[in-house]
């Protein structure tokens, strides 16, 4: 078995995914792990895929032609799993809305040497002032070495500039 990372954006429309996946089961294909979303008026989605290595040449082919059909898409190979052995913690920010909120936490992140796994944001109303607030959850996996209070501290540093709130919890 063959695993292949499909990335799609499009201008959004009724029936992207079912698209996708008559590709991927004409190959005889396995959707994975997916994330998909409308983000500012354009389909934006990940996928990973498995199918049998004699497929995949055939798949891949397919897929791409889908650029030819006002989809820009690009086909990649898996790269190598995540060091399950290393913890994950999960953070919660909230901000107020201001460019480089991402920079700087990242920034922090990768000073420690932790690696977001996955991150969302987002911009919503606070319910009491009404003012734009920025919010992100991400799952970060850190090194062995690492306690989950350090990267809290480093981060919540932040805040002083950036008023971000953080909640970590570790699983």
């Not at 901000?95 to 911009?123: F, K, R, W, Y």
């Amino acid at each position: 078995m063959k695993t292949i990372i499909l990335t799609v954006v499009s201008p959004d429309r009724p029936g992207l995914v079912q698209i996708l996946s008559d590709v991927i089961v004409s190959h005889e294909g396995s959707w994975g792990q997916s994330s998909m979303a409308n983000l500012a008026g354009q389909f934006a989605g990940i996928v990973t895929i498995t199918v049998d290595k004699a497929n995949a040449s055939a798949l891949r082919r397919d897929l791409e032609a889908l650029n030819n059909d006002g989809m820009m898409v690009t086909v990649s190979d898996a790269g190598s799993d995540i060091d399950t052995s290393l913890p994950v913690i999960w953070l919660e920010i909230t901000g107020h809305d201001q460019p480089g909120i991402v920079h700087q936490v990242s920034g922090v992140c990768s000073e420690l040497g932790a690696n977001l796994l996955s991150l969302e944001t987002g911009v919503v109303s606070g319910s009491m002032s009404a003012e734009t607030l920025f919010v992100a959850n991400a799952e970060v996996q850190i090194p062995q070495d690492l306690e989950a209070e350090t990267i809290q501290t480093a981060l919540e540093a932040l805040s002083d500039d950036l008023m971000v709130d953080i909640v970590m919890s570790e699983d």
